[in-house]
Structure formats: structure tokens, C-alpha cells
């Protein structure tokens, strides 16, 4: 970070995906920056970059690379000194990160739900419809609910995927509320209700993730953390951690609350859905130990078609 504070001059540069979200994303986070500190729109660079996760789209997440797909550009350059801080989707970043970075700010949480594009609901859902997704958490949730339908792969941003749809490739596909909503594009699909179809950790949060060592960008940045977004997503992501979730495990959850205390839902799948196993946990900010149990449980009421997605203790 440029700790000139001349007129004029770059303060902190974002790295940033180049896809139409992931830029909308860092001139939310630009603009947010610029209101906390005063400072103007000229003195934070979007640095954009390719990401690998990007490049190829034809074959799921899981079997290129996973996760780190979408971080391993940014993660370079900002070891290098390249860029100050990173602009992730929070649910994309893999669980176990390189020590030499942290979390220095998670914006307020944004619309958390998925929206269904090509029916109302799932119930509304055509038999044997052709259901495109990548995420095994949303091809397992929607079998386990439809098991007549089938699901194909579709990859790629909103765009792309609206014209796979479009081409007739599938049926209905599912999209980010939240993306959706960045994108000034909320009047696509239809928000399906956590209450029944539940969401990806640490879904509709921005996280901004910069060098540990770095104490004035960690200092500007936590000037934007929102307190209940970072409660959230540090417990859902705990719950990951403990379970050992990776990009081939079909896990859902939600962490939401108020008044001090925070309430958990989580539920795990077997790949085709045939398997679902349920938990809740409540817990004060910040104690993950009832979330922990949490992952303990679910895994010890699993069947082996659920448990050997996952890795605990790894």
C-alpha cells in the first residue's frame, strides 16, 4: 500500500478477476474504500487478471484444480507485491489458505440465496428436466429433492451460462442471487428460500484478503469488515474446515442470527443425493467449538456414500 497521502496518488491496488462480476465486485469494494477514507475514485487501481478457473470450461471445477483455480493468479501476485490486496467471492476461496495471507475485511453479506433460472421452483421443475450446474452442492441437493432429473455440466459466468441455457442446452440452471444482483440482473430466475433449499458457505460475501505482514493495508481494509459478515463466514468456513470439505464435497449451510448469538444449519449429500443428513447448532461469535461438533456429528450419521467425500482431519 502507498502510504503517500498526495492528492492524486494510487493508496491501495485490487486484484481482481476480469469477469463482469468479479470487476463489479472490486467497484463495490473501491467505492466503499474511497467513502471510508476519503479518498478518490484515481486512488484505487483495479488490477485485473485471468484466472485460470476462467480459461477452461468445459469440464467441472473439481477435476482441474478445484477451488485454488480461482486464487492462484492473485495469490502470485500479491506475494509479489504486485497488488495490495485481493477481491474474492468468499464462497470460492479454498478453506485452507497459505499462511502468508488473511482476511482483513468480509463486506456485508448480500442476498445469500440461490435463484432457479427456467422454473419457479423445484417442484415446478419439469420431469426428467435436464439441470445444468458444476456444483456438486447444487447437483446433490437438487437430486436428493428431484431424483428424476438430470444434471450436465454448465460452467462458466452469468453470461455464458444464460446462453448455454438459452442454446438448449439444459432445462434450468442456478445462479447467485447476490451475482445476479451485482450484476443488475435481479430480475432473473427466482430465489429459492434458504428454509428449503440451502445455500454455499460464505455465499453473496465479498472478501478482501491481503500479505499478513502488510499492517497498513490490513489497517485500511478492516476499516470496511462488516462484524456479522465476518462472524458468519469464519464460522461456516470452520464447519468446512472440520469436515474436510473439498471441491467434491456436497455441502450446504447457513449461519445467521442477531443478538448475540449466532444459529447454524448444515446438511451434507451423497454425489447423486440419495443421502442427506441434517444439523443445526447455535453458538456466541466467535466459539466454533458447537460448529465443530457439528461437523463431527453430521460425518458420524453418515453413511460411507457421504463420509468419503470428505477429509476431517486433513
Do not use: Y
Amino acid at each position: 500500500m502507498n502510504s503517500n497521502a498526495q492528492s492524486g496518488a494510487v493508496m491501495m491496488r485490487l486484484g481482481t478477476r476480469n469477469s463482469p462480476l468479479a470487476m463489479a465486485q472490486a467497484v463495490e469494494t473501491k467505492t466503499r474504500l474511497c467513502a471510508a477514507h476519503g479518498w478518490s475514485e484515481d486512488q484505487v487501481e483495479l488490477v485485473p487478471v485471468m484466472a485460470s478457473g476462467d480459461k477452461v470450461l468445459d469440464r467441472p471445477l473439481a477435476e482441474i484444480g478445484g477451488k485454488a483455480l480461482w486464487t492462484k493468479e492473485l495469490d502470485v501476485w500479491l506475494a509479489e507485491g504486485r497488488i495490495d490486496a485481493s477481491v474474492h467471492s468468499a464462497k470460492d476461496v479454498e478453506t485452507i489458505r497459505p499462511n502468508q495471507f488473511h482476511f482483513a475485511s468480509f463486506l456485508p453479506r448480500a442476498d445469500r440465496r440461490d435463484a432457479l433460472v427456467g422454473a419457479q421452483s423445484i417442484a415446478a421443475i419439469a420431469p426428467g428436466a435436464i439441470v445444468g450446474t458444476s456444483a456438486p452442492r447444487r447437483a446433490s441437493q437438487l437430486l436428493n429433492l428431484r431424483p428424476d432429473c438430470k444434471v450436465v455440466t454448465f460452467r462458466g459466468n452469468v453470461a455464458t451460462r444464460l446462453g448455454k441455457l438459452e442454446a438448449g442446452e439444459a432445462d434450468v440452471t442456478f445462479l447467485a442471487a447476490a451475482g445476479l444482483e451485482r450484476l443488475g440482473q435481479s430480475d432473473l430466475g427466482n430465489p429459492l428460500e434458504p428454509d428449503g433449499w440451502i445455500p454455499a458457505a460464505a455465499q453473496g460475501v465479498i472478501a478482501l484478503e491481503c500479505r499478513a505482514s502488510d499492517a497498513e493495508t490490513t489497517t485500511a481494509l478492516a476499516a470496511i469488515d462488516h462484524a456479522q459478515t465476518r462472524a458468519e463466514i469464519e464460522a461456516e468456513r470452520a464447519l468446512l474446515a472440520r469436515l474436510g470439505g473439498t471441491c467434491h464435497s456436497p455441502v450446504a449451510v447457513l449461519c445467521e442470527g442477531g443478538g448475540g448469538s449466532l444459529f447454524m444449519r448444515a446438511a451434507l449429500f451423497s454425489a447423486h443425493g440419495g443421502e442427506r443428513v441434517d444439523g443445526i447448532a447455535e453458538f456466541t461469535p466467535g466459539d466454533h467449538g458447537p460448529v465443530e461438533a457439528l461437523a463431527d456429528d453430521l460425518l458420524t450419521r453418515s453413511g460411507e456414500a457421504i463420509r468419503q467425500l470428505f477429509n476431517p482431519g486433513q
